[in-house]
């Protein structure tokens, strides 16, 4: 197996490969593609082309938005669940982890989705979009667009405009790690490999362009997170 660059958003290639950042994998509960195989691999390449550390970020309790609102789940039975699968994940990695020689695993930040709240940008940023999403018609057109196209790629027809505003949250929880990245473990996470560029990393890339709500670039002293797709081949 081996890994290719596909679409990048913010940068160059040369860029992305110039071992000056620090890069990181979003781990997304609902995604199958985050087999043990794909998620080493990608492993492998952030290790080689990462500044110092490298980052894997386990989406796990912003995954409860959509056990809540899509499936069905209680609001507790939804976080107990989205911890459980969260927890899967989280030993799957260790196991990629102990195959690797230690001065790699020692390089590795495995990260759940709390740790990456606690951000102080992240708390600032998740309000101000918040309240974006209430008062601004054009930016919650565009959110629900974004949701609306994501549940219907899972099969989902006539999703109702309600739904779709519950399930919204989790582009909005998103967003603050998406447009800017975070900061852990003394490390400014600001490169993001992803297995498939979307329709969310087109809008982001809009914001940091300033073609969409030049405002909020100023408000929120953007600094700009940069997308990666890394593409696993057979």
């Known amino acids: 197996m081996k890994s290719k660059i596909g679409i990048i958003r913010g940068a160059s290639e040369k860029k992305v490969k110039s071992k000056k950042f620090n890069i990181y994998l979003g781990i997304s509960l609902h995604n199958k593609w985050f087999t043990?195989?794909?998620?080493?691999?990608?492993?492998?390449?952030?290790?080689?082309?990462?500044?110092?550390?490298?980052g894997l970020v386990i989406a796990d309790t912003l995954q409860a938005i959509n056990y809540e609102n899509k499936d069905?789940?209680?609001k507790?039975?939804?976080?107990?669940?989205?911890?459980?699968?969260?927890?899967?994940?989280?030993?799957?990695?260790?196991?990629i982890l102990f195959e690797l020689p230690k001065q790699d695993r020692e390089k590795?930040?495995?990260?759940?989705?709390?740790?990456?709240?606690?951000?102080?940008?992240?708390?600032?940023?998740?309000?101000?979009?918040?309240?974006?999403?209430?008062?601004n018609g054009e930016f919650k057109k565009e959110i629900i667009n974004i949701t609306y196209?994501?549940?219907?790629?899972t099969g989902e027809k006539n999703t109702s405009k309600e739904k779709l505003e519950k399930l919204s949250a989790y582009i909005l929880n998103e967003l603050p790690e998406l447009i800017q990245g975070f900061?852990?473990?003394?490390?400014?996470?600001?490169?993001?490999?992803y297995p498939n560029d979307n329709i969310l990393s087109q809008f982001i890339e809009k914001i940091?362009?300033?073609?969409?709500?030049?405002?909020f670039y100023n408000k929120l002293d953007?600094?700009?997170?940069?997308?990666?797709e890394l593409k696993v081949l057979k």
């Open 208 to 215: 940091q362009k300033k073609e969409l709500f030049p405002e």
């Open 72 to 74: 069905k789940y209680s």
């Open 183 to 193: 900061y852990y473990n003394n490390t400014d996470y600001n490169r993001f490999i």
């Open 76 to 95: 507790k039975s939804a976080l107990k669940k989205a911890l459980k699968e969260g927890e899967k994940i989280h030993e799957i990695l260790k196991e």
């Open 222 to 228: 953007i600094k700009k997170n940069v997308f990666v």
């Open 149 to 153: 196209n994501f549940v219907k790629s």
């Open 36 to 54: 043990k195989n794909n998620m080493k691999e990608s492993i492998l390449w952030g290790l080689k082309h990462t500044k110092k550390r490298f």
């Open 108 to 135: 590795i930040d495995i990260i759940h989705w709390e740790d990456v709240k606690k951000d102080p940008f992240f708390k600032k940023t998740l309000n101000f979009f918040l309240k974006e999403f209430n008062k």
